[in-house]
């Protein structure tokens, strides 16, 4: 979406401020309807934003960390209350069957880390929790996960943009493109799972 990118995003978020920040982190990492919002580039820039001045970067930090934690244990317990009803629900608007058994594979090859590894995954990172919480994970082990995936997604993009920024004059102006390459990134261990996955299911002829 357009108000996703570039000068578009930086003059968002210094709209919604830091405040902003942290409900859109905390969205992205709990809420079904979440999914969409590409939290990635919200930390990225939100960083960048940082190194000019505009926000206190260990109070960035703080914020985006507290989100992605809080979030994730919202869809902990989402998941946990609602247990195995949730497959059987309707697809909607803001719910697809297909995202919670995306996450729910990635969850079986990966077992707890992936709730350190689905950080890095945009939709996956959203439902993982869920689907912790609807197979019982353990909350103990949950959120020692949670708390390292927390730590390492939030603190990491946010000073990642804040580093660039620091370093690169005019760095907004190739904004748009790091960006980019940053999506693409993130959805690199998705695509290569659904490689994996095709092959497996169509395997060569020898």
Request: net charge positive; aromatic share 14%; charged share 15%.
């Amino acid at each position: 979406m357009d108000i996703f990118s570039g000068d578009n995003l930086i003059n968002l978020i210094k709209a919604i401020g830091l405040l902003g920040v942290f409900i859109i982190i905390f969205s992205e990492s709990g809420l079904l309807v979440g999914f969409f919002l590409p939290g990635d580039s919200f930390l990225f820039t939100a960083g960048f934003l940082a190194s000019q001045g505009f926000f206190n970067i260990a109070l960035l930090m703080l914020l985006a960390f507290a989100g992605a934690v809080l979030g994730d244990s919202v869809g902990y317990t989402f998941g946990r209350k609602v247990g195995p009803r949730i497959f059987s629900k309707e697809d909607s608007l803001f719910f697809k069957k297909s995202n919670i058994l995306k996450a729910q594979a990635y969850y079986d090859k990966h077992g707890a880390k992936t709730i350190v590894l689905a950080r890095f995954v945009p939709i996956i990172r959203t439902f993982a929790p869920i689907v912790a919480g609807v197979g019982n994970m353990k909350y103990r082990t949950f959120l020692t996960y949670n708390l390292i995936g927390g730590l390492l997604w939030s603190c990491g993009v946010s000073l990642a943009g804040f580093f660039l920024g620091s370093v690169i004059p005019n760095v907004d102006k190739y904004l748009l493109p790091i960006i980019l390459v940053i999506i693409v990134v993130s959805l690199l261990p998705t695509v290569s799972e659904l490689l994996k996955s095709r092959r497996k299911q169509h395997p060569s002829p020898q």
